[in-house]
């Protein structure tokens, strides 16, 4: 239990950390999403401009400290392949 006003007050400011954090990974995952269901139905166009809309969001999270550099260039690189392999 936080005892200090020093400590007191870290532990608010995590709570509102972890409720933003939590929020922006949300956002984040419902664009990935979308462009997975877009791949599975087969739908090129679609998925392209769902990943053009995803990159962006995933680069915020980065910038934001909610996702390392390389696990979002990881994400992307294996949605833009699947997206490049549809027909």
């Known amino acids: 239990m936080a005892n200090t006003p020093q400590s007191k007050k ?3 400011q995590n709570e509102k ?3 933003i954090n ?3 990974r949300s ?3 419902t664009y990935l999403r979308k462009v997975e269901e ?3 139905s087969g739908d090129k166009d679609a ?3 769902a990943l053009q809309t995803a990159q962006p969001e995933l680069m915020r999270g980065v910038t934001k400290g909610v996702f390392h ?3 979002a260039a990881r994400k992307m690189s294996r949605l833009s392949a699947r997206v490049k392999a549809l027909a």
């Open 22 to 24: 939590k929020a922006r």
């Open 38 to 40: 877009a791949i599975a």
């Open 27 to 29: 956002r984040i995952r």
């Open 10 to 12: 870290r532990a608010r």
């Open 17 to 19: 950390r972890f409720a």
């Open 47 to 49: 998925a392209t401009k």
């Open 69 to 71: 550099k390389n696990t």
